[in-house]
């Protein structure tokens, strides 16, 4: 896998009046699985949107291996990302989808069934995707995030919907992806969820990254991950 990081300088957006993402700044690098959390508002999506193209910045880059999303020349082969678990057209089977995907990013389409199998909906393939619970569809936007073999994952809110099997089986996904050299950024705004499965943290509040490093650090002085957000939040913004 090569190693492709994900840099953030200086990155700013405002909506109307509301300054969603002021002047962030955070790296996530290859061979470790970063959390990206803040409380709800905090501007995670807005900051994920800019980083994948999406959304243009007011000032401030966001790269990944160097380059901006727009000019990476493999994108689906660099980078996947799971943005929310809609979009997969409900009279489709996965099988389908998964196919029109494979096409659409020059994918062979034997990338279809590894893939299945890889995040476990191998079974479900065949389906209409109408008739998919909201951890399959999950599951299935994952698989189509894999599609291209990607170095890096972006995941928003990715144990959404998912039960407590299913995000141990995610925390244990994203651990393996990082261990052969892959770069996970995933947002929370669930503390716990992301306490036993990360290896850095950037913590965002109101548009503002308010720590980033490996959690060790951010958790040595405090008891948890939440009473360490807590402080750190009200030391921000008191
Ligand atoms: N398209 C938009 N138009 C106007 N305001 C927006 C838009 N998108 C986001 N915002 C605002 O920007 C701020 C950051 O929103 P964002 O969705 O990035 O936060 P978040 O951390 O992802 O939140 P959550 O955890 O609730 O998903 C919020 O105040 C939100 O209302």
Redesign the pocket.
């Known amino acids: 896998m090569n190693s492709t990081a994900i840099e953030v300088a200086g990155l700013s957006k405002r909506?109307?009046d509301?300054a969603?993402?002021r002047d962030a700044s955070f790296r996530a690098e290859p061979g470790r699985v970063t959390g990206f959390l803040?409380?709800?508002?905090?501007?995670?999506?807005?900051?994920l949107a800019m980083l994948l193209g999406l959304t243009r910045s007011d000032a401030g880059t966001a790269r990944i291996g160097g380059a901006p999303y727009r000019e990476l020349s493999d994108p689906s082969g660099t980078v996947g990302a799971v943005l929310d678990a809609a979009g997969a057209h409900p009279a489709m089977t996965g099988r389908g989808h998964l196919r029109a995907y494979a096409a659409l990013g020059g994918h062979p389409l034997a990338r279809v069934d590894e893939v299945a199998a890889t995040t476990g909906i191998g079974e479900y393939l065949d389906r209409r995707i109408r008739g998919y619970s909201t951890g399959m569809r999950r599951r299935l936007a994952l698989a189509t995030a894999l599609l291209g073999d990607p170095s890096v994952l972006v995941l928003?809110?990715p144990s959404n919907g998912l039960d407590p099997a299913g995000i141990v089986w995610l925390r244990e996904f994203l651990r393996d992806f990082a261990a052969r050299g892959g770069t996970v950024l995933l947002?929370s705004?669930v503390l716990t969820e992301l306490q036993h499965g990360i290896d850095d943290l950037v913590l965002?509040d109101r548009?503002r990254v308010a720590w980033s490093g490996p959690l060790a650090d951010f958790t040595d002085s405090a008891s948890s991950l939440e009473a360490a957000f807590l402080a750190r939040t009200m030391e921000v913004h008191p």
Do not use: L, Y
């Open positions: 909506f109307g509301v969603a993402v803040g409380p709800n508002g905090a501007g995670k999506s807005t900051t928003d809110e947002s705004h965002i548009g």
